[in-house]
């Protein structure tokens, strides 16, 4: 019996594949390529065990934690595809929608996009801050180590919306420039 599921991951990343042939790529690209494929696959596998063990289990508390790294899997392995995409195709036109654009310096020049981006990394640093003490006021209330672990994964997530919004400012901003700028930020969130 042929799993639907395998032959479905094994076909996500033809575009790839097509692009690697289309544009005569290098060996390093196939090489890079066959690795993010290889990395989808074992994704794929991943994701049938997190839907299985949700399906399967009897706990409520398990299913939605589980949940939650399923979403993180789903995407992980949308963007080994975009990656593998993106890689083999060069920036071809034609290629594929579902890859990673090019970043060009679209800060420099746009004050509305920088000043936008400054003010949500402002809430997100304030929004970091007000976690931590959030979690540290659960510990007088109910279910503490899943609360707990639930504010820790939406620091995280933070933490990564943070890391976006800085290269976002960074690629139209000198380094220096960035620096003075991310410390008034911090001053103004307290």
Known sequence: MVNNRALSVETEFRDAIEGLHATGASPSDYEVVEALDRHGR??????ERYKRFVDESASPAVQYLVRLILEDEK?????????????????????????VPHFATTCRGDEALRSETQALLAHELRDHTQLRRL?????TNGEVA?????IDLMRLDTDKHIRILRLILSNGTSPGRL???LHRLRWHRA
Do not use: F, S, Y
């Open 42 to 47: 074992e994704e794929g596998e991943l994701l």
């Open 75 to 99: 995407r992980h392995h949308r963007v080994l595809e975009d990656l593998a995409n993106t890689i083999a195709w060069g920036g071809l036109k034609g290629t594929p929608e579902q890859v």
């Open 135 to 139: 979690r540290r006021r659960l510990r």
């Open 146 to 150: 899943t609360w707990e672990l639930l």
């Open 179 to 181: 620096d003075r700028m």
